[in-house]
């Protein structure tokens, strides 16, 4: 059965021990893929990790299938009712229905409320060209709206590469 786990702390206690966020990272690793979620060079071990997702200016999702990490995705840069979200799909998660997760993700998100409020109205991603496969995901899970060139830095081989910027609204047009 699939479970959305959100990263907060109630009373002071993290809904997620310091060793299951890195073992988040340490699965990211194991599947080759941190440098890719990562491209920017801000996270670029376990502690970096643990250190970003307790520092409050991100919210922290886990999907998991059985008690086991299918998916680690991330909202920030939030301004009014948006925000940047951000996916990792782990290994175990690619198949038949790695689309029907990540949609699942960004459900959840979108039903995020306080007083009856929802929190965001939209999410936007930005996808380094030069990562094929997460375009291809992003072009399948949100809207294509703009491709900016040179947008995106890569701090592990030191090029430029264009953005592509897809976007998805809780209110469907």
Known sequence: MDKIIPYIVVDGIPTMPDSFLAGLYNNLVGDG?????????????????VRLFKSG?????????DESPLVVGWINT???????I??????????RD???LGKK???????????????FDVFYGITPTSN??????AKKIMTVAAT???FCYNFWDKTSSDGLVTYISRVQE
């Open 33 to 49: 893929i941190e440098k890719l979620a990562f491209s920017d060079g801000s996270v670029r071990c376990a502690d970096d990790f």
């Open 132 to 137: 094929k496969l997460a375009c291809r995901y």
């Open 86 to 95: 951000h996916f990792s799909v782990f290994k175990r998660g690619i198949g």
């Open 78 to 84: 939030f301004e009014g009712k948006r925000a940047q």
């Open 57 to 65: 200016s991100q919210l922290l999702f886990v999907l998991t299938r």
């Open 148 to 150: 900016i060139p040179n």
């Open 105 to 119: 993700m960004i459900g959840h998100c979108f039903s995020l409320q306080i007083n009856g409020e929802f929190l």
């Open 98 to 100: 790695h689309i029907a």
